[in-house]
């Protein structure tokens, strides 16, 4: 069943925009569009998100738990509350050996103007 995006002009608490599943990764698109994506993600204990590699920065914040956040061969170890900015055209991973959650935010234009 694919999940359409939250509903606007509605308050949520990130935390709880989704809930955690046994032994499983779930992913839920917050908003889609041509410029860009807002994406909450969940993961169950020993679970996380194999490598990536996007053209486009993307900034991570934690909402819950805790993440160690591989960047290139740099770990960076993020809790609730904590955020870093992942870069473009880096390999990166999220692994951890607690739950957690957070949401990503991809923003696919304005790079026509850096030199």
Avoid: C, N
């Avoid at 779930?26 to 569009?33: F, M, Y």
């Avoid at 909450?40 to 204990?45: L, M, Q």
């Avoid at 819950?64 to 870069?87: F, R, S, T």
């Avoid at 607690?98 to 923003?107: A, G, M, P, V, Y």
């Amino acid at each position: 069943m694919e999940q359409s995006e939250i509903d606007r002009s509605v308050v949520y608490v990130l935390s709880s925009i989704l809930e955690y599943v046994p032994g499983s990764v779930v992913t839920r698109v917050v908003v889609q569009r041509p410029t860009g994506s807002i994406l909450a993600i969940a993961s169950d204990t020993g679970e996380g998100i194999g490598e990536k590699i996007y053209q486009f920065e993307s900034f991570v914040q934690v909402v819950d738990g805790e993440v160690e956040v591989k960047i290139g061969q740099k770990v960076h170890p993020l809790w609730k509350g904590q955020a870093i900015m992942v870069p473009a055209h880096y390999r990166h991973t999220f692994k951890s050996a607690t739950r957690f959650k957070l949401i990503s935010t991809i923003i696919k234009s304005g790079y026509e103007e850096v030199v």
